[in-house]
């Protein structure tokens, strides 16, 4: 009997380790991170992971229809979906208009801003496009944070998927001398046939940005060809 009794003993505490490893090693597994490159290291990024989140709080999202076809309110060289209540609206494009100039940044222009003050915040999806079929994703939206922020910190470079499509994102902080405060900032591009599609969300402030993350995921995810 006492033999028995040590051989439980010992596997009882055998079994108390495996589980303690099994719950170290996933505990570590779940604090892994992508490797992710600041501007201009030259490093290629590692593929990201689902952003994480900030200090607010995100409000869930349910699809509304899509924007980028033709008979859409914007035409684009891609489609994705819209949150509700987003509400898209085409930019007219007039090259010696007083305003011509906001609406390119880097090698892309301004095509399509979907507002999403119907929905209850304050800030826009945009879309801007731009550029030939064989233009780096990646060089083009460095030019195109460079002219959106000219004071900007914690420019991180990640590799993403936009649908179907390899895409580049970036997430960094705007601390322009004109803002209250500091606001994070987040865009992806990727390269069509017809050229590159940069989307970025833009809000009033960080708080705002938390919040409408998930239109913003919801068109990444959801792109498609046109």
């Not at 009033?204 to 990444?220: F, G, I």
Request: contains cysteine.
């Amino acid at each position: 009997m006492a033999d028995v009794t040590r051989r439980l003993a010992r596997g009882a505490v055998a079994a108390a380790a495996a589980l303690l490893l099994g719950a170290t090693a996933a505990a570590c597994g779940a604090q892994t991170e992508p490797d992710r490159k600041a501007a201009g290291s030259g490093d290629p990024a590692a593929p990201s992971t689902s952003p994480r989140a900030g200090d607010g709080t995100r409000t869930e999202v349910r699809k509304a229809g899509s924007v980028g076809a033709e008979t859409s309110a914007c035409p684009l060289p891609v489609v994705f979906d819209l949150a509700e209540g987003w509400s898209p609206e085409a930019v007219a494009h007039e090259p010696d208009g007083e305003f011509a100039a906001l609406l390119e940044q880097g090698p892309v222009s301004l095509r399509c801003e979907i507002d999403a003050k119907p929905a209850g915040h304050i800030g826009f999806l945009r879309v801007w496009a731009g550029g030939a079929a064989g233009d780096d994703p990646r060089a083009a939206l460095e030019a195109f944070v460079a002219d959106a922020a000219a004071d900007r910190e914690d420019e991180v470079y990640t590799r993403t998927k936009a649908g179907a499509y390899d895409a580049v994102e970036v997430r960094y902080l705007n601390t322009g001398e004109l803002l209250d405060a500091p606001k994070r900032e987040r865009a992806f591009a990727l390269t069509t046939p017809d050229g590159v599609v940069v989307v970025d969300l833009g809000g009033l402030d960080s708080e705002e940005h938390e919040q409408m993350l998930p239109a913003y995921e919801l068109a990444r995810k959801s792109l498609r060809d046109s």
